[in-house]
């Protein structure tokens, strides 16, 4: 009996030996299978693109009208789709937004004009402003130079008037004393001598 369960527990290693052995083997299998059909429809998405897609399709159309039918449908449906914000706003015409942006467009463009008018403006005062400085610096230098001519001209006039009266001063000094060499000592008048008066 213990020689029968000896072989029997054997025959079970055995098996166990066997069927882990094949369960491995087969995941192999299958993995690497998996891994093949990966790889292949990898190399068949690569090899079919959109053109082929586009080609492929074109041909079914053709072979169908119902798939062709389809297909056109399908791109009025996108097409309808991109163009459905214009054709609302056609449809709806101005709203309120649509008002209040050409309101705030409209004072934009005032604001801007507004702006270069006043930057214009400016432009002109401060070539007035320029100009006037400039006749005002150009009068002040005139008048200093008319004043400085002016005291030049009164300091002249002042030298000549102390000259002339200098020199007036000193023909008048020559003319007194010329006068009395010319007429001379003045005569006494004769008084009586005292014999004289004695006499009378």
């Known amino acids: 009996m213990p020689r029968e369960l ?10 166990q030996a066997q069927l882990f052995s094949s369960q491995n083997s087969a995941a192999e299998r299958r993995d690497e299978a998996i891994q093949q059909e990966i790889r ?3 190399a068949r998405s690569a090899a079919f693109g959109v053109l082929a897609r586009m080609s492929a399709l074109q041909q079914l159309s053709e072979a169908n009208p119902t798939v062709g039918v389809a297909t056109w449908l399908l791109r009025l449906f996108l097409i309808l789709i991109d163009t459905l914000p214009a054709l609302a706003r056609l449809l709806m015409g101005t709203t309120a937004y649509d008002r209040i942006i050409a309101v705030q467009s409209e004072q934009a463009v005032r604001t801007q004009f507004e702006v270069a008018q006043n930057r214009h403006f400016l432009a002109l005062k401060d070539e007035e402003f320029a100009r006037a400085r400039k006749e005002l610096e150009i009068a002040t230098l005139r008048d200093r130079i008319e004043l400085e001519a002016s005291i030049d001209r009164l300091l002249v006039d002042s ?14 000094g020559e003319g007194s004393a010329n006068l009395v060499q010319e007429i001379g000592p003045a005569d006494k008048p004769n008084r009586p001598q005292p014999d004289q008066e004695a006499n009378a």
């Open 40 to 42: 292949s429809s990898q």
């Open 159 to 172: 030298r000549r008037a102390s000259l002339i009266t200098r020199r007036a001063t000193e023909l008048r």
């Open 6 to 15: 000896a072989a029997l527990d054997r025959s079970i290693a055995t098996k």
